[in-house]
């Protein structure tokens, strides 16, 4: 029998993070945890830690280290240890459950030391683009999806190349707001769209599920990871969020993959795939889930999505910015600070602010990200921008 794999997980205490330890829980014989990582929330780092016993713990915050843990073992501090973390020799694979831009050093990290990627941290291929997919090509490593509707993609395409494919189909949930009226937009409060009617999931990513960033997110993400036109890439809303995302090869066979929306199938087949191992997972009765139901998308209700296709399109530095801007604009949304229909005006003015230009390094995404932020955050009215996605 051969020793379990190492496994580092960053972001160990979010939402995608506690699912993969459940998730590889039920298979100690093929998984080990190496590394377990988390911004600032030491004291769920500690728990984890002490439920887990990994080789060591990453807290990012390097001003979190404070009082003793109960967790005997060993605990690094900021950015660097984080990168590190990402490389780490005893583990082949990485998953990055970060949130933010704040996961793209570590994506490059990971894929520049030749990991298995399993990416949840869509942000990071969607701002880094080319540079990501390059440090990829010369570290030998491997992106493979977590996100649920390009995890579809690939079980969909089975392995067959691009050039086979006419077009995919991803499905969106459509949100909380799904059939609320614009005229009702303005009396959206954070507690509203964090309410998501399908998927349980950290606060950014529920707020994007809200005004279809994400979407727009994950139309570039499956741009970059298969290389697809956007031409080629449709999405359609799904409410029940059973059907995860389709695949309609030349010959007119569409492939769809489906099951009760848990983020635990795709993380286990980020970890496992192309093997299927044992699950423990609710059952899929086509007679009781009903009639499966799809809509349009309502464009001019939702504009963050067309902003972000059209950032993706544009490429360079422009997915940087929309996301920079996004991120700070969701963040004043659930401080109350602007409303929900503000996020993407905050976005607006910050795309048309900043000129895109070709991505040449890390630095170079380091700097417009900044400049974003200061950006979006002026037309927010905040004085400095958040720096929240950064610790020293
Ligand atoms: P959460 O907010 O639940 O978790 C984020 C994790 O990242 C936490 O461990 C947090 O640590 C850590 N973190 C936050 N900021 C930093 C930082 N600056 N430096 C280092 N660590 C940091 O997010 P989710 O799990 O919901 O999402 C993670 C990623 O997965 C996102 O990119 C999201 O889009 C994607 N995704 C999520 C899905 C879901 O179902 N949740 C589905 C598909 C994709 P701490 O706890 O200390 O703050
Ligand atoms: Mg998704």
């Known amino acids: ?84 973390a990402a490389a780490d020799p005893e583990s082949p694979t990485v998953v990055n459950a970060l949130v933010g831009f704040a996961g793209l050093e570590s994506t490059l990290a990971s894929l520049e030391a030749g990991k298995r990627l399993a990416l949840a941290n869509k942000e990071s291929l969607v701002v880094g683009g080319d540079l990501v997919l390059e440090a990829a090509r010369t570290g030998g490593g491997e992106i493979v999806p977590v996100d649920s509707e390009h995890s579809a993609i690939m079980q969909c395409l089975c392995q067959r190349p691009t050039s086979e494919v006419n077009r995919v189909i991803l499905t969106a949930s459509g949100g909380p707001f799904r059939d609320l009226s614009r005229a009702e937009f303005g009396s959206i409060r954070p507690e509203d769209a964090l309410a998501h009617p399908t998927w349980s999931m950290g606060q950014k990513i529920t707020v994007d599920s809200a005004t279809l960033a994400n979407k727009a997110l994950e139309v570039i993400e499956a741009h970059l990871l298969f290389g697809f036109d956007f031409d080629q890439i449709e999405v359609v809303v799904h409410p029940a969020s059973i059907v995860h995302s389709m695949v309609e090869f030349r010959d007119g066979s569409t492939m769809a993959q489906l099951g009760h929306p848990t983020m635990e199938v795709p993380i286990l087949y980020a970890l496992s795939g192309p093997e299927r191992l044992e699950n423990q997972f609710r059952a899929f009765d086509p007679v009781e889930s009903g009639p499966l139901e799809f809509e349009r998308l309502r464009h001019e209700d939702f504009p963050m999505f067309d902003l972000g296709v059209a950032a993706g399109r544009v490429g360079g530095t422009a997915p940087a910015v929309y996301n920079a801007a996004n991120e700070v604009a969701v963040a004043a949304f659930l401080e109350n600070r602007i409303g929900f229909t503000g996020i993407p005006t905050v976005v607006e003015h910050a795309l048309s602010a900043i000129p895109p230009s070709p991505i040449g390094s890390l630095e170079d995404l380091v700097q417009v990200d900044a400049e974003a932020r200061v950006c979006a955050a002026e037309r927010v009215g905040t004085p400095s921008p958040a720096r929240g996605d950064r610790f020293p």
């Open 1 to 84: 029998m051969t020793a379990p794999r190492g496994v580092v997980v960053l972001g160990a205490t979010g939402s995608i993070g506690r699912s993969t330890l459940n998730v590889m829980a039920r298979h100690p014989d093929r998984f080990r945890v190496v590394a377990l990582t988390a911004g600032r929330r030491a004291a769920e780092l500690d728990r984890l830690a002490s439920r887990w016993n990994p080789d060591y713990v990453v807290l990012a915050d390097s001003g979190g280290r404070g009082p003793a843990r109960d967790w005997p073992g060993e605990w690094r501090y900021g950015t660097e240890a984080m990168r590190m």
